[in-house]
């Protein structure tokens, strides 16, 4: 009885929920630097007052918390909350889309667009799903608490400033991953390392935007005078993904690789380790500057540590990875950012000692260091395995809990698990370089979210009986 009244009810209300999430879709999220009340700029503060008047509408008590995050309430009877952490920034478009990033369409079942399923896609599902509990009159001894970050990709510094002045709710669901449950996350290691530039040929050497993405473009600027020998050397080779250009007196060579998020680095190519594989090739950077591009090449070469001498794997979570996503230079030093996402039972000082060690060898030290360890909830307690099997009731499937190498709020919570709304090994519909969080043309299948909406009402009424 209660299942068909969830699903007459999300049948009823399915077109609003595809409206409330273009519109968010349609309002552009990227992090950008402070700007008066808007910690995270203009983007993130006005989609968060579109969540949060949302929110009000639908009956929910809201609060907007400096702008780093909001929150909506539905109330229970005791004291005691169930929190759903969701986000709405979202990573730079890149390049690469044949539909517009931030002017969402509905084609084939999927809403296409920037933030669609990471993450604005999955908060409305929560918030529909507590809106379904809402007015079909579930009542329900534990608040449930949405919360709406404005930081996730990027350092979750707006969950950090919530439980700053708020207490964490005793238990919470992070709709920010694939069914079933995800009860693990492995730990991330971002580290900053440099190599001195001498007054050498290279001028600059740059790509990529963010750390947790597989960077897509890189580019060099040389100085040289055969340059339009290397332009007709480049042309000749057809090497895919190599362009060079004139700009100004110098010569711009640029590498074209495939996006995708560092934790997920299959059937990527980052661009920058192809530049600088390129540039020593051809030896087209003097000798003096080359041992960081080398580096560089010899680093990332593959996605697995097997570069920094730092390959793992664990039965609980699986391989290491490691991506070097965003270069720059600047001040005489070309620095390269990586993100490692490294096992649940790995050793994390012998591996940092490694990469220390690895980097000596060509000139190459640590500038900085963030280490978040790795989180874990036992697949064998009571709410996790009652929830894992409302999935697999509601997807009729026979899904496990497992561990991830995604860094999302649940590292950062007591008593936090990932939970949908996407489906494990789902193939985008655009094949394997589009479709995906933080690919071009990222989607998410409506059907996905309406069967979380229900897994997500019935997962919130079985853990208010489970939960203390």
């Known amino acids: 009885m209660l299942k068909n009244q969830i699903d007459i009810w999300i049948e009823n209300n399915k077109s609003h929920l595809i409206e409330d999430i273009i519109s968010l879709i349609n309002?552009?999220?990227?992090?950008?630097?402070?700007?008066?009340?808007?910690?995270?700029?203009?983007?993130?503060?006005?989609?968060?007052?579109?969540?949060?008047?949302?929110?009000?509408?639908?009956?929910?008590?809201?609060?907007?918390?400096?702008?780093?995050?909001?929150?909506?309430?539905?109330?229970?009877?005791?004291?005691?909350?169930?929190?759903?952490?969701?986000?709405?920034?979202?990573?730079?478009?890149?390049?690469?889309?044949?539909?517009?990033?931030?002017?969402?369409?509905?084609?084939?079942?999927?809403?296409?667009?920037?933030?669609?399923?990471?993450?604005k896609g999955p908060a409305m599902a929560a918030l529909y799903a507590v809106r379904c509990l809402h007015e079909l009159g579930i009542e329900l001894n534990h608040s449930i608490r949405i919360f709406y970050g404005c930081d996730e990709e990027t350092g979750m510094s707006d969950v950090k400033y919530y439980l700053d002045h708020h207490q964490a709710p005793s238990f919470s669901i992070v709709p920010d991953c694939a069914f079933s449950v995800c009860n693990g996350e492995k730990g991330i290691l971002q580290m900053e390392l440099a190599g001195k530039i001498s007054d050498s040929n290279l001028k600059n050497f740059y790509g990529g935007t963010v750390s947790n993405m597989v960077p897509d473009t890189a580019c060099a600027v040389l100085s040289c005078d055969d340059k339009e020998q290397i332009i007709n050397m480049i042309a000749e080779q057809k090497t895919e993904g190599i362009f060079a250009s004139?700009?100004?007196?110098?010569?711009?060579?640029?590498?074209?690789?495939?996006?995708?998020?560092?934790?997920?680095?299959?059937?990527?190519?980052?661009?920058?380790?192809?530049?600088?594989?390129?540039?020593?090739?051809?030896?087209?950077?003097?000798?003096?500057?080359?041992?960081?591009?080398?580096?560089?090449?010899?680093?990332?070469?593959?996605?697995?540590?097997?570069?920094?001498?730092?390959?793992?794997?664990?039965?609980?979570?699986?391989?290491?990875?490691?991506?070097?996503?965003?270069?720059?230079?600047?001040?005489?030093?070309?620095?390269?950012?990586?993100?490692?996402?490294?096992?649940?039972?790995?050793?994390?000082?012998?591996?940092?000692?490694?990469?220390?060690?690895?980097?000596?060898?060509?000139?190459?030290?640590?500038?900085?260091?963030?280490?978040?360890?790795?989180?874990?909830?036992?697949?064998?307690?009571?709410?996790?395995?009652?929830?894992?099997?409302?999935?697999?009731?509601?997807?009729?499937?026979?899904?496990?809990?497992?561990?991830m190498g995604g860094g999302t709020y649940a590292r950062k919570l007591p008593r936090a698990v990932g939970y949908g709304p996407g489906i494990l090994n789902d193939p985008s519909p655009f094949g394997t370089k589009r479709g995906n969080g933080h690919q071009p043309d990222e989607c998410v299948k409506i059907r996905d979210l309406t069967n979380a909406i229900k897994i997500y009402v019935l997962a919130l009424i079985q853990l208010d009986e489970i939960l203390p």
Not at 85 to 102: I, K, R
Not at 258 to 287: D, R
């Open 246 to 403: 004139c700009e100004g007196e110098c010569l711009k060579i640029t590498a074209k690789g495939v996006s995708g998020h560092a934790a997920f680095p299959e059937g990527t190519i980052n661009a920058i380790q192809k530049l600088a594989a390129f540039l020593n090739k051809y030896s087209l950077v003097e000798e003096n500057d080359s041992k960081v591009l080398y580096f560089i090449e010899d680093a990332f070469h593959d996605a697995y540590g097997g570069g920094l001498e730092i390959a793992y794997s664990d039965d609980i979570s699986g391989k290491l990875t490691h991506v070097g996503s965003v270069a720059e230079m600047e001040n005489g030093e070309l620095t390269i950012k990586i993100n490692i996402r490294y096992p649940i039972t790995t050793d994390q000082e012998n591996m940092i000692r490694k990469i220390h060690e690895v980097g000596n060898r060509y000139g190459v030290y640590v500038k900085s260091s963030d280490n978040n360890p790795p989180s874990y909830v036992s697949a064998d307690s009571e709410a996790i395995q009652a929830m894992n099997d409302i999935c697999n009731d509601v997807l009729n499937t026979d899904y496990e809990p497992y561990v």
């Open 27 to 119: 309002i552009k999220s990227v992090k950008e630097p402070s700007y008066g009340k808007y910690p995270f700029g203009t983007g993130c503060g006005k989609v968060l007052d579109k969540a949060l008047a949302m929110s009000e509408k639908y009956g929910f008590s809201t609060k907007n918390h400096q702008y780093y995050c909001g929150t909506a309430v539905l109330e229970g009877k005791t004291d005691k909350e169930i929190g759903i952490f969701t986000h709405l920034d979202v990573v730079p478009e890149g390049n690469g889309w044949e539909y517009s990033p931030y002017d969402a369409v509905v084609e084939k079942g999927y809403i296409i667009g920037r933030g669609s399923g990471d993450n």
